[in-house]
């Protein structure tokens, strides 16, 4: 079997839906990581046999972005390119498809690619609506036209918040924020817990990118022609504080919850890139690897719980790896929710029900408040759903190789009661 490493990697700024790339599409932050990454590197477009691209709002006008993405970065024609979707794991999927492309010989260099533009999910009419205008385009007659038009009602205008629908499981109907409602309550994590988690989120955030500890991996855009440059994640307060966390009302569940936009990750728009390759093939075009995966695993749990997905994760790829969380010396989770990163860090301590040996749970152990998400993570730099499992991967990498580590566990909850974790090791140079 071929050994595949990560041989570069870049992101985008993340930066909130609706704001300074809400005019950027994600075929485009898709194109620029790609051309980053291949200008960076010299790399040959030639040399690429596959573009994998991860994406959950897939644009109604490119469809498969990814073959998108790829022939305007200027991939050859002959190349292939395919899209993936994991929910909040696509930009994770999208990495091991690769990793699994070269391992099985089947390519010796691939782009994966995450990308998500929030702020173009759209906004809906009602089937209602959609079929009444649709009768009136059919009419024939003005008489018609009008008889179509009368049968419209204000009731029929209400609008469909496409995010909002993304954003809710269609097998439970609860939405994401409801399901960590629920663990909160039944981890008993206290509402004063989660922001103190969320404000220590955005104090870790703040001091990365005032010690430049994310620049290396965040490359700088120009979303318009005469628009300013963006070099860092516009999403980092380092004005918030436990009295404006505490401000915030409950977000889901008004009347009991605890969950609010403060302690919940941001929307976000943002792209990210990885460039795999086959060790020797690297190796005989002269580049330096900067990862290995050592392993990698998806796990299915209840879709109402389903931020619990990445203790049942961890725990096989843990196992498939041979080692336990205390030989991490970095843990990433996405921080889709705080209530939900703690209720994972207590339920490594103490695996949920179905986590049994069988997949590996006596790998799991305590996680130190030290080696989890030492710079921040998606409450304070966002989650562009798509984007976050690359970015995840390429943070853990960048992280490792400035404290001189080894070895790290990143993971993340997904939407529909499933869990992704993969253990990447620094391949020093």
Known sequence: MSEAVIVAGIRTPFVQAGTKLGSTPAPELGRLVVREIIDRHDLDPAEVDELI??????????????????????IPKDKIAHTVSRNCASGMECVTQAYDRITSGRAKCVIAVGVDSM???????????????????????AMQK?????????????????????????????????????LAREYDISRQEQDEF?????????????????????????????SAAI?????????????????????????WGTVTVGNACQVTDGAVALLLMDAEY?????????????????????????GLGPVYASARAL???????????????????????????????????????????????HIP?????????????????GATGARLILTMLHELKRRDKATGLATLCIGGGQGGAMVVERVAA
Request: net charge negative; aromatic share 6%.
């Open 53 to 74: 691209c991860g994406n959950v709002a897939s644009p109604v006008d490119a469809a498969n972005v990814a073959r998108v993405i790829a022939l305007r970065a200027g």
């Open 119 to 141: 702020s173009h999910i759209p906004v809906f009419w009602s089937k209602t609506f959609s079929d009444k205008l649709f009768a009136v385009t059919k009419a024939k007659s």
């Open 146 to 182: 009008l008889k179509a038009l009368w049968k419209i009602k204000a009731r029929d205008l209400t609008p469909q918040i496409g995010i909002k629908m993304g954003l809710t499981d269609p097998v439970t109907g609860m939405m994401m924020g409801d399901t960590a409602d629920k």
């Open 198 to 226: 969320a404000l220590k989120s955005h104090e870790k955030a703040v001091q990365a990118w005032d010690q430049a500890r994310l620049a290396d991996e965040t490359m700088t855009i120009y979303p318009e022609p005469k």
């Open 231 to 255: 070099s860092a994640d516009i999403g980092p307060r380092e004005d918030q504080s436990m009295k404006r966390l505490e401000r915030l009302k409950p977000y889901f569940d008004r009347k």
């Open 282 to 306: 690297a190796e005989q075009l002269g580049y330096e690897p900067i990862g290995r995966i050592r392993s990698y695993a998806y796990a299915g749990c209840d879709p109402s719980r389903m």
């Open 319 to 365: 196992q498939d790896a041979d080692m336990h969380s205390d030989d991490m010396d970095l843990v990433e989770i996405n921080e889709a929710f705080a209530a939900q990163v703690l209720a994972c860090t207590r339920g490594f301590e103490n695996p949920p029900d179905g986590c049994t040996n069988a997949i590996g749970a006596e790998h799991l152990g």
């Open 369 to 385: 408040e030290e080696k989890l998400n030492v710079n921040g993570g998606a409450i304070a730099l966002g989650h562009p759903v």
